[in-house]
């Protein structure tokens, strides 16, 4: 008989709240995910569609820091108008997040996406990921206790187990280099997107 | 040197390939199975396959094209073909992604493998439009002629200066001293044959 391969499973949990500080949950052992949830102001998500119903092509990859995100970004964006309002609170974000983890520096990613980045279930070989989608499908997710680690898939084929963050949500993914956290780090996708679709997303690594 | 039960001992085991770790042509069949393994996916991590064999030198690089590529679809835009391109470009110039230290070793063949990325042809597209890839790994498959007054002993590996999304690049060896798996990452760029 073939000798049945298992990875023990980690106690691992998700948590999430509409206060901010939810996010310092991600020091927890046992978290590999924190959502604040929010809305973004209504003025925000009506000037970010109006960017994705044009035909401009984004994709940033920048090292930077809150002082210097206006000037890295901005002349990408001049021509929009919720560059000024988007910017800012990216500012808002890139601060919390080189805050929270003591850094001078994080990795951005900006991308407007028609269609899966990475269409499958995958964890992160970093320590932590900070995800937000300002418009269009969130990031899905699988609740730990329903992974297999080997596949990195659902145990059982049941869709309606898969979790979805919201636009807006702005999510910490621990992923598999965080101490400890080997075959723990959150297992996610990008959404599928629809004919026409389009989703503005933000990533931020941690550079040191 | 103390042969140690590894990953990669374990990876060829599975394929049933271990009599013949001797013979170099059974190790490139051993290289297609280990390239063709199913592992789960993890963005961030590489793979590496080397095999070091008197004075030839075969290596196989494989990553979730997400590594190189940021995205794991066919390229269509202008934009994403470009960086197909120029993460072509880069893995083609094995001088610049490999430094071997004690030897010196040239390159004699390179198989780049980009076909889950590279844009929809007209011919793909009546052979079947609706099928998407079947992976999202890409591959580069390089070999080299060292010259023969020195032996080969440790391979600085340059890939995370070219992409910065690779994160760690597991690296399994076979040697004359031996076999064994290195752990690659930012700050640890070296893999030791010995």
């Given at each position: 008989?073939?000798?049945?391969?298992?990875?023990p499973?980690?106690?691992?949990?998700s948590?999430?709240s509409?206060?901010v500080d939810v996010?310092?949950?991600?020091?927890?052992e046992h978290?590999?995910?924190?959502?604040?949830?929010?809305?973004?102001?209504?003025?925000?998500?009506?000037?970010?569609n109006?960017?994705?119903d044009?035909d401009?092509h984004?994709k940033l990859?920048?090292?930077?820091?809150?002082?210097?995100?206006?000037?890295?970004?901005?002349?990408?964006?001049?021509?929009?108008?919720?560059?000024q309002?988007l910017?800012t609170?990216?500012?808002?974000?890139?601060?919390?997040f080189?805050?929270?983890?003591?850094?001078?520096?994080a990795?951005?990613?900006?991308?407007?996406?028609?269609?899966a980045?990475c269409?499958?279930?995958?964890?992160?070989?970093?320590?932590?990921?900070?995800?937000?989608?300002?418009?269009?499908?969130?990031?899905?997710w699988?609740?730990?206790?329903?992974v297999?680690?080997?596949s990195?898939?659902?145990k059982?084929?049941?869709?309606?187990?898969?979790a979805q963050l919201?636009?807006?949500?702005v999510?910490?993914?621990?992923?598999?280099?965080?101490?400890n956290?080997?075959n723990?780090?959150?297992?996610?996708?990008?959404?599928e997107?629809?004919?026409?679709e389009?989703?503005l997303?933000?990533?931020?690594?941690?550079v040191? | 040197m103390?042969?140690?039960?590894t990953?990669?001992?374990?990876k060829?085991?599975?394929?049933?390939?271990i009599?013949y770790?001797?013979?170099?042509s059974?190790?490139?069949?051993?290289?297609?199975h280990?390239?063709t393994s199913?592992?789960?996916?993890v963005?961030g991590?590489a793979?590496?396959?080397?095999?070091?064999?008197?004075?030839k030198?075969?290596?196989?690089?494989?990553?979730?094209?997400?590594?190189?590529?940021?995205?794991?679809?066919r390229a269509?835009?202008?934009?994403e073909i470009a960086?197909v391109?120029?993460?072509?470009?880069?893995?083609?110039?094995?001088?610049?992604?490999f430094?071997?230290e004690n030897?010196?070793?040239?390159q004699t063949?390179?198989?780049?493998?980009?076909s889950a990325v590279?844009?929809?042809?007209?011919?793909?597209?009546?052979q079947?439009?609706?099928?998407?890839?079947?992976?999202?790994e890409?591959s580069?498959?390089?070999?080299?002629?060292?010259n023969?007054?020195?032996?080969?002993t440790?391979?600085?590996?340059?890939?995370?200066?070219y992409?910065?999304?690779?994160k760690?690049?597991?690296?399994f060896?076979i040697a004359?001293s031996?076999?064994?798996?290195?752990?690659?990452?930012?700050?640890?760029?070296t893999?030791?044959?010995?």
């Amino acid at each position: 008989m073939e000798p049945v391969i298992q990875i023990p499973s980690k106690l691992r949990l998700s948590n999430e709240s509409e206060n901010v500080d939810v996010l310092t949950n991600i020091y927890q052992e046992h978290c590999n995910l924190s959502v604040w949830k929010r809305n973004l102001p209504a003025s925000l998500v009506k000037n970010i569609n109006t960017l994705l119903d044009s035909d401009k092509h984004l994709k940033l990859i920048r090292q930077v820091t809150p002082d210097s995100l206006y000037d890295d970004i901005y002349p990408t964006l001049d021509e929009f108008e919720c560059a000024q309002e988007l910017i800012t609170d990216m500012t808002l974000l890139v601060d919390m997040f080189c805050c929270l983890f003591d850094l001078k520096q994080a990795g951005l990613r900006m991308a407007i996406l028609n269609q899966a980045m990475c269409p499958k279930f995958h964890v992160d070989k970093v320590p932590c990921r900070l995800i937000t989608t300002y418009a269009g499908s969130g990031t899905q997710w699988l609740p730990n206790e329903l992974v297999d680690r080997l596949s990195l898939d659902l145990k059982t084929a049941e869709s309606h187990h898969i979790a979805q963050l919201s636009s807006g949500d702005v999510a910490l993914l621990k992923g598999e280099s965080w101490p400890n956290n080997q075959n723990a780090g959150l297992v996610h996708r990008s959404p599928e997107l629809k004919a026409g679709e389009k989703r503005l997303i933000l990533t931020l690594d941690i550079v040191h | 040197m103390v042969i140690q039960v590894t990953d990669l001992f374990k990876k060829i085991a599975m394929v049933g390939l271990i009599p013949y770790l001797c013979c170099l042509s059974y190790v490139a069949i051993a290289h297609e199975h280990i390239h063709t393994s199913h592992s789960p996916h993890v963005h961030g991590v590489a793979e590496l396959n080397l095999i070091v064999e008197h004075n030839k030198l075969e290596i196989q690089f494989n990553s979730p094209a997400i590594n190189l590529l940021g995205f794991e679809y066919r390229a269509h835009t202008t934009a994403e073909i470009a960086e197909v391109e120029q993460a072509k470009d880069h893995l083609i110039n094995a001088n610049k992604m490999f430094v071997f230290e004690n030897a010196d070793c040239q390159q004699t063949a390179i198989k780049l493998d980009f076909s889950a990325v590279e844009p929809v042809t007209k011919r793909d597209q009546h052979q079947n439009e609706s099928q998407a890839p079947l992976h999202s790994e890409v591959s580069a498959r390089y070999q080299f002629k060292c010259n023969s007054g020195t032996e080969l002993t440790r391979v600085n590996v340059k890939l995370f200066e070219y992409f910065q999304y690779i994160k760690h690049i597991k690296a399994f060896w076979i040697a004359k001293s031996g076999q064994g798996v290195a752990e690659l990452n930012t700050s640890s760029t070296t893999i030791n044959l010995n």
